[in-house]
């Protein structure tokens, strides 16, 4: 399947996505936690996230949302149509709809 998200670096905070805080990875893992949906987008940040390609918005890592050691379904947005999004360094989403 196309659009699996593969992770590597630190996971102190459990960033990657692949659970608890570990010493991390210096290779591509493939985040399973996604592998059910192929994803079209990807970000980065403070805090990771990923939209499928039915516009579902995952995250994962430490946030102002909490702390979540494999990817979560944002439930708070799924009756937006959303097109793109992106995420700061500093903690905050931003979303656009179509």
Do not use: C
Request: charged share 15%.
């Amino acid at each position: 399947m196309k659009g699996e998200v593969y992770v590597m670096g630190a996971n102190t905070s459990g960033q990657l996505g692949t659970g608890p805080p570990s010493k991390g990875s210096p290779i591509p893992i493939l985040l399973e936690e996604l592998s059910f949906s192929r994803m079209v987008q990807v970000r980065a940040g403070s805090f990771s996230a990923a939209l499928s390609t039915d516009h579902q918005l995952f995250v994962w890592g430490r946030g102002i949302f909490g702390e979540f050691y494999t990817p979560h379904r944002v439930k708070s947005v799924n009756k937006l149509d959303i097109l793109d999004f992106q995420i700061s360094k500093g903690g905050l989403a931003v979303i656009l709809t179509r």
